[in-house]
Structure formats: structure tokens, C-alpha cells
């Protein structure tokens, strides 16, 4: 009896793995079943992701272009993308070349490739592939293949020749229009369909959205607690304390595709339509590193807001990096700001000095007595504070160069109405942007987009 012929013996509306199914049977039963297997396919369950997989993490039989696992954290994502694309490669099909893009090349080779649900970790001994990093390929013992790729240099998806590709947090891609394009352009080997697995936790990006709309996609939807039996009890306890039932653990865990919150001073499409695919470094004229300064350092804190913003020659502004951190000590959020400041040539550093503002410029000292630091204030509430920034966004005047998804998704769903948590990486954003702006006497002058490109008009 093979695993494919266990499988027939699934009730037709069972959700979870085979191996949950035989598990629930009775000792007897179960045994009489899998002594029809050979030693050899039982040795081989071990491997056999038909076994253990939930069904709704097996890839689909009908004829598809993209496979979406619409999916929230802790689902199983990446253990589905890399399962699929070792099944493809064990098969040599879609003529045995793939394309593993993810958001940065440290994320394909951290959690793609080397991570725990890795394309490594999750091979067996007979067909693990060789990792080649300076090659940024994959060679499986079957002449199988796949590239690496990261969505912060679409450019390199030019030239190679693919058959089907594992889209790692599309929705999270820096410049996912641009890769996502290129890649498209690579599928051209086998004789079928080229195929795509994207595995994401959802936004309502417009790019996604088409995807979803595509016939030729096909969506698996799912959120953290179908993989509950898999999480750490503590986890499951705290995300549902923390989350269930908020904005954010409705997009997180249950993955579902939100809209505009009402009450939030921003939006999607007000962030989407102003995106920049490159800016000229030339045109800025000021940037500043902005803090927002968690009190503690344990990971169930506040993160520490530090976001890089500069202003334009024409009055525009960019917003051009998020560090924000979680659970750090004060000098090592402090070392990535000074860090931040010199990659980025910034005038200074500015902290939200409330909640000690003598320790924060003590830290930017012992890590760099160069730096200019100035501490700021907050006399007003968050959204007081926020909304003159809110306009500038309103007014066209604000660019992000690619996508900072977490400080996008606390932008757009910040309510002073519902917010539980302090929203850190905005209130650093608001700090950044009210120090170019908001103090500043030069008046904005207007610039025309074209194809996400920023167009610098005459000052």
C-alpha cells in the first residue's frame, strides 16, 4: 500500500494530514493499516510531505499559474513553499529550473533555504540539495535546480530561463511590481503551465489583489490556528490574549484581506499610489534618523521606532528606511540609529525624549560622539501630532522608496478609537516628517509620477 493509496482511506471532509487521521484510530486499526506498507515505505514516511502535510498545504491537482497561500503567521507557509518546490525538483517537472525569490537575499537563504522549514532542513538524506551561496543556487542530486533572488534587485531576474518559482511574503517584496514583472518575463521552460507558489500573510495591495482576481489562480486560505498542534502552547495563549479579535490579529492570523479602517489617517492606496521605485540621492537636501524609544527590552514590549526620512529639493519628501526593533537592549537600537545616520549621510538624530531623554543622548554618545543629536517632545497626543503629517501624505508630498510593510500596516490601522499598542515605527515616522516639514519655512513645490518613478521638477 503506498501513501497515495493510504490517502483514499481520508472521510471526505477530513482537514488535517493523514498522519493526524491514522493517529485518531484505534491502535488495532491503525496498526492492520501499515502493515500493508513495505519497510521501505515506512521508512520513507518519515520524508513523505503526502503523510504529514494538512491537506490544505498540499499543492492542488487542477491546472493552475498561481497557487496563493493566503495564510496567517505560523500556518505553515514556508514548510508548504518548500515542500512543493522539492516535490517539483524530485520529478525534474516544469523543466527542473525554479526561482526562489523572497523579500531580501537574507530572507530567501535565512527561512527559504537554511531555516527550520527550509528547503535544507526539510530534504531527506537521498535528495538534499547542494546549497551554493556565492552561486545563489541549488543543485538537487537529479541535475534539478533552482536561483535565488531577492525582490530588492529585480534587475537580476533578467535573463534566466525558469519553469516555475516560489514567491516567498510577496506583499512584503520592496519593489514588488518591478520583480514580479521580471519574473513573469523568466517563466518561459517545460512544456506546461509555468507554475508559481506565492506564500504571503495578505495586504490590500493592488498587485496582490489582481493576482487573487487572476482565473489562473487558484487560493488557499488559512490562518495560524489551523496549524495550532505545531505552535507552542504559550504562543497560541498569547496571540490570543494580545490579538484575536483585533484589526491586526484578523490580518495576521486569520489572514483576511482588510480595508481601510475608519478613524485611520491613512490609507493603502494614499501610501500605494505615491510609491517610488528609486530616488536620486543627489535631490535630497535633508534626511533625519527619527527614534521612538521603547522603555524595555523584553520582546513583549513596544518596539523602538526608528525610521530614516529625508526631504527633497523640490519640498517632497521620501521615506527611506525602517530599523524599528523589538527586544533589544537601549545601545543596540541606539547603534543601528547612529549606523542609519551615517549610511545615510543625516543631518541628526532625534529622539521622543519623554521617557528618558538624558539616557537617550548619553547612549548616542558612547556610540558616536560625532553625531548630532537633538531630543523633541511630545506635547500633544499621538493623533494630534499625527495629522499634520496625515496631510502632507493627502497633499502628495510624501514618497516611500519601496515597501516597510510593519510600519505600513500600523499607519493605515492606528485607531486613537481601538489601538491597543502604541503604534512606534508611526510615531517615528511623525517625528521624522514633522522635524523636514512641519518646522521648516521652505515651501513644497509639485513633482509629476511616472510609472512609480519620481520626477524631480525644477527648484
Known amino acids: 500500500m503506498s501513501t497515495t493509496t493510504l490517502s483514499e482511506i481520508l472521510p471526505p471532509h477530513w482537514t488535517g494530514s493523514l498522519a493526524s487521521y491514522l493517529g485518531s484510530l484505534p491502535p ?23 503523510f504529514w502535510g494538512r491537506q490544505n498545504q498540499q499543492e492542488p491537482r487542477a491546472d493552475y499559474s498561481y497557487w496563493v497561500l493566503n495564510a496567517g503567521r505560523g500556518f505553515g507557509k514556508t514548510r508548504t513553499g518548500a515542500e512543493t518546490v522539492r516535490g517539483w525538483a524530485e520529478k525534474k517537472a516544469h523543466g527542473g529550473v525554479y526561482a526562489l525569490v523572497g523579500p531580501t537575499s537574507a530572507d530567501v537563504r535565512d527561512t527559504m533555504i537554511e531555516g527550520e522549514s527550509g528547503i535544507l532542513q526539510i530534504s531527506p538524506p537521498w535528495f538534499r540539495p547542494e546549497w551554493f551561496p556565492s552561486k545563489r543556487r541549488l543543485i538537487w542530486p537529479n541535475g534539478a535546480f533552482a536561483l535565488t533572488y531577492s525582490a530588492e534587485k529585480p534587475e537580476r531576474l533578467r535573463g534566466p530561463n525558469i ?78 490574549q494580545d490579538f484575536l479579535g483585533t484589526r491586526l490579529g484578523r490580518q495576521e492570523l486569520n489572514a483576511e484581506i482588510l480595508t481601510d479602517v475608519q478613524g485611520a489617517l491613512w490609507t493603502y492606496n494614499m501610501i500605494d499610489d505615491l510609491r517610488i521605485k528609486e530616488i536620486n540621492l543627489d535631490q535630497i537636501i535633508r534626511v533625519v534618523v527619527a527614534i521612538d524609544p521603547a522603555v524595555s527590552a523584553n520582546m513583549m514590549a513596544d518596539e523602538t521606532g526608528i525610521v530614516v526620512v529625508g526631504r ?50 548619553e547612549l548616542c554618545k558612547v556610540c558616536d560622539r560625532t553625531v548630532k543629536y537633538r531630543a523633541v517632545h511630545a506635547t500633544r497626543g499621538k493623533i494630534t501630532r499625527a495629522e499634520p503629517v496625515a496631510g502632507l501624505y493627502e497633499k502628495r508630498q510624501i514618497h516611500h522608496a519601496g515597501i516597510f510593510k510593519p510600519l505600513e500596516d500600523q499607519m493605515t490601522t492606528y485607531s486613537p478609537i481601538t489601538a491597543a499598542k502604541s503604534p512606534d515605527r508611526m510615531d517615528a515616522l511623525v517625528w521624522g516628517l514633522t522635524d523636514l516639514f512641519l518646522q521648516a519655512k521652505i515651501a513644497p513645490r509639485i513633482v509629476s509620477l511616472d510609472d512609480s518613478r519620481i520626477s524631480i521638477s525644477p527648484y
Open 312 to 361: 527633497l529639493a523640490n519640498g517632497h519628501g521620501v521615506v527611506l528606511d525602517d530599523l524599528s526593533v523589538r527586544g533589544v537592549m537601549p545601545m543596540e537600537w541606539m547603534q543601528r540609529a547612529v549606523n542609519a545616520y551615517h549610511k545615510w549621510k543625516a543631518d541628526a538624530i532625534i529622539a521622543e525624549a519623554n521617557n528618558g531623554g538624558a539616557l537617550i543622548e
Open 28 to 50: 488495532a486499526t491503525r496498526e492492520e493499516i501499515l502493515r500493508k506498507l513495505t519497510p521501505q515505505e515506512l521508512r520513507a514516511l518519515e520524508f513523505n510531505w503526502q
Open 163 to 240: 519553469g516555475a518559482a516560489w514567491c516567498d511574503e510577496l506583499c512584503a517584496w520592496k519593489y514588488m511590481k518591478e520583480t514580479w514583472n521580471q519574473l513573469r518575463l523568466t517563466m518561459r521552460k517545460g512544456l506546461g503551465r509555468p507554475r508559481t507558489v506565492i506564500t504571503t500573510t495578505p495586504r490590500p495591495v493592488d498587485l496582490y489583489l489582481k493576482i487573487l482576481a487572476d482565473k489562473r489562480t487558484i487560493k488557499t486560505t488559512g490562518s495560524t490556528f489551523d496549524n495550532s498542534a505545531n505552535l507552542a502552547p504559550g504562543f497560541i495563549e498569547e496571540v490570543i
